[in-house]
């Protein structure tokens, strides 16, 4: 069974850093990429970053570009996302991801085009 597990979310003030992890499990993913997505109260997820399936380029909404990043981790199948400098406005469920394609060229920033979901994990930031 397929299982993605998130980790790192909390409660920070503008300015300040927090570290998302995710770890799947279930069966191998080294040919998919991974992403993270997120979700306000009422709307639809939205694309918040990925990384290619082998690792070559990352992806980043435009919102983000320049405060987060994305990496795999050393262990099989993990990713994170580093977010810096946050903003009351990225408070929101945060999810991990792995595409649905496998060894796409460019990652899909549409949520329907991935397979796999972790829980949710909150992100909230105010002062």
């Known amino acids: 069974q397929v299982q993605l597990v998130e980790s790192g979310g909390g409660s920070v003030q503008p300015g300040d850093s927090l570290r998302l992890s995710c770890a799947a499990s279930?069966?191998?993913?080294?040919?998919?990429?991974m992403g993270w997505f997120r979700q306000y109260p009422g709307k639809e997820r939205e694309f918040v970053a990925a990384?290619?399936?082998?690792?070559?380029?990352?992806y980043y909404a435009d919102s983000v570009k320049g405060r987060f990043t994305i990496a795999r981790g050393v262990a099989k199948d993990t990713w994170y996302l580093q977010m810096n400098n946050l903003k009351p406005e990225d408070t929101a469920i945060y999810f991990c991801?792995?595409?649905?394609?496998?060894?796409?060229?460019?990652?899909?920033?549409?949520?329907?085009?991935?397979?796999?979901w972790g829980q949710g994990t909150q992100v909230t930031v105010s002062s």
């Open positions: 279930g069966r191998a993913f080294s040919s998919y990429a």
């Open positions: 991801a792995t595409e649905s394609h496998r060894q796409r060229n460019n990652p899909s920033r549409t949520p329907k085009d991935w397979a796999y």
């Open positions: 990384i290619k399936w082998n690792g070559a380029a990352t």
